[in-house]
């Protein structure tokens, strides 16, 4: 493990990522370094096309860069095999997407224990458990045997959030997680997030959202696939959840 990865739980340096599109190159990402330490709670903001979820796509190892070097927990990311990426993400990231992303013909309580199932984590009867306890905690309880399709935006956002604890990972990377939303449930959703962060959970969220980007630590800037501005945000007092 390098030295200024055993600092930072996600360090990038000097990452570049290019796409061909026929016969024309993109470039997407333009020589982004960027650290991040346990306990953050950072926002990334920027136009469409800017390369937020790009970005996002190389720390959870969903893309690889075309040079430069992703290490996330002291993980060289970008060096794992397709086989060993799905092995540590499942373990190491909770991901939260816009459009929820659960499978419809699972309950959200099987939704959630999927990926417990998926890494052998926990014991087989501890799951069910683990899975009710964090539906619990995103105060959706009362649905667990219901389908995702019977409930409403917000509550399958928490439900995907709980998803994303099971295994209880160091990182939590949300994309646009209260994008699918209404102004009011947004907020109920990211006041979510905050508690989790206020526990000590590494949050990294891209939002187009600047009131809501302003409440988390620090916000990166992204601008044409360079990092223009990386700002502490003014600390403010956090809601805390119960302890797993």
Not at 57 to 64: A, E, H, K, P, V
Not at 145 to 170: F, T, V
């Given at each position: 493990?390098?030295?200024?990865?055993?600092?930072?739980?996600?360090?990038?340096?000097?990452?570049?990522?290019?796409?061909?599109?026929?016969?024309?190159?993109?470039?997407?990402?333009?020589?982004?370094?960027?650290?991040?330490?346990?306990?953050?709670?950072?926002?990334?903001?920027?136009?469409?096309?800017?390369?937020?979820?790009?970005?996002?796509?190389?720390?959870?190892?969903?893309?690889?860069?075309?040079?430069?070097?992703?290490?996330?927990?002291?993980?060289?990311?970008?060096?794992?095999?397709?086989?060993?990426?799905?092995?540590?993400?499942?373990?190491?990231?909770?991901?939260?997407?816009?459009?929820?992303?659960?499978?419809?013909?699972?309950?959200?309580?099987?939704?959630?224990?999927l990926p417990?199932?998926?890494?052998?984590?926990?014991?087989?009867?501890?799951?069910?458990?683990?899975?009710?306890?964090?539906?619990?905690?995103?105060?959706i309880?009362?649905?667990?045997?219901?389908?995702?399709?019977?409930?409403?935006?917000?509550?399958?956002?928490?439900?995907?959030?709980?998803?994303?604890?099971?295994?209880?990972?160091?990182?939590?990377?949300?994309?646009?997680?209260?994008?699918?939303?209404?102004?009011?449930t947004?907020?109920?959703?990211?006041?979510?997030?905050?508690?989790?962060?206020?526990?000590?959970?590494?949050?990294?969220?891209?939002?187009?959202?600047?009131?809501?980007?302003?409440?988390?630590?620090?916000?990166?800037?992204?601008?044409?696939?360079?990092?223009?501005?990386?700002e502490?945000?003014?600390?403010?007092?956090?809601?805390?959840?119960?302890?797993?």
């Amino acid at each position: 493990m390098r030295d200024c990865a055993s600092r930072a739980l996600i360090d990038l340096r000097d990452v570049v990522k290019t796409y061909e599109i026929g016969t024309r190159s993109m470039t997407i990402l333009k020589g982004i370094t960027l650290q991040v330490h346990e306990g953050e709670f950072v926002s990334i903001v920027g136009p469409s096309g800017s390369g937020k979820s790009t970005l996002l796509n190389m720390i959870t190892g969903i893309d690889r860069p075309t040079s430069g070097t992703v290490f996330v927990g002291g993980e060289a990311v970008h060096k794992l095999s397709e086989n060993q990426l799905a092995r540590w993400r499942g373990r190491n990231v909770g991901i939260v997407f816009q459009f929820f992303q659960l499978l419809p013909t699972l309950s959200v309580l099987e939704n959630v224990m999927l990926p417990m199932d998926f890494c052998s984590v926990y014991r087989p009867r501890e799951r069910k458990e683990r899975a009710m306890c964090l539906l619990e905690q995103v105060g959706i309880a009362g649905h667990a045997h219901k389908l995702p399709n019977a409930l409403s935006g917000g509550e399958q956002q928490r439900a995907a959030i709980a998803r994303a604890l099971a295994n209880d990972p160091p990182l939590l990377v949300a994309d646009e997680p209260t994008g699918n939303l209404d102004t009011a449930t947004a907020a109920e959703v990211f006041e979510l997030l905050e508690g989790l962060a206020a526990r000590g959970k590494t949050l990294l969220v891209v939002t187009h959202d600047q009131s809501l980007s302003a409440r988390t630590r620090r916000t990166l800037r992204l601008l044409d696939g360079h990092l223009r501005c990386d700002e502490h945000n003014r600390s403010r007092p956090q809601p805390g959840l119960p302890q797993q």
